[in-house]
């Protein structure tokens, strides 16, 4: 049983930072492809970074350069470091375990931008 919990959302300026963690059970953490997704208010759900089991990482072009996906494996943890926000960035931020053709989801942690 695979369960996710997301932390470290909040109401920040524009400009401002925030890092949000995600701590995920079950023993396949370290050989799972992690991520993080959001969606804002009538919006689809997007990508916003990944992460494999080996560190390889990939970003949404629109957090390039921003954005900092990071894991810890001896900790079942996986970060998303978020720099530079901007109001656009306001959305739930949903952290995703991905196994072959499972994915898992956690419950998601509101980012709010301020202009």
């Known amino acids: 049983q695979v369960q996710l919990v997301e932390s470290g959302g909040g109401l920040v300026q524009a400009g401002g930072s925030l890092r949000l963690s995600c701590a995920a059970s079950?023993?396949?953490?370290?050989?799972?492809?992690m991520g993080w997704y959001r969606q804002a208010p009538g919006n689809l759900r997007e990508l916003v970074a990944t992460?494999?089991?080996?560190?390889?990482?990939n970003y949404a072009d629109s957090v390039k350069g921003r954005f900092t996906i990071s894991r810890d494996n001896a900790k079942n943890l996986v970060y998303l470091q978020m720099n530079s926000l901007e109001p656009e960035d306001t959305a739930v931020y949903y952290c995703?375990?991905?196994?072959?053709?499972?994915?898992?989801w956690g419950k998601g942690t509101l980012v709010t931008v301020s202009s």
């Open positions: 079950g023993s396949i953490f370290r050989i799972t492809t």
């Open positions: 995703n375990l991905h196994f072959y053709s499972l994915d898992y």
């Open positions: 992460i494999t089991s080996g560190g390889v990482t």
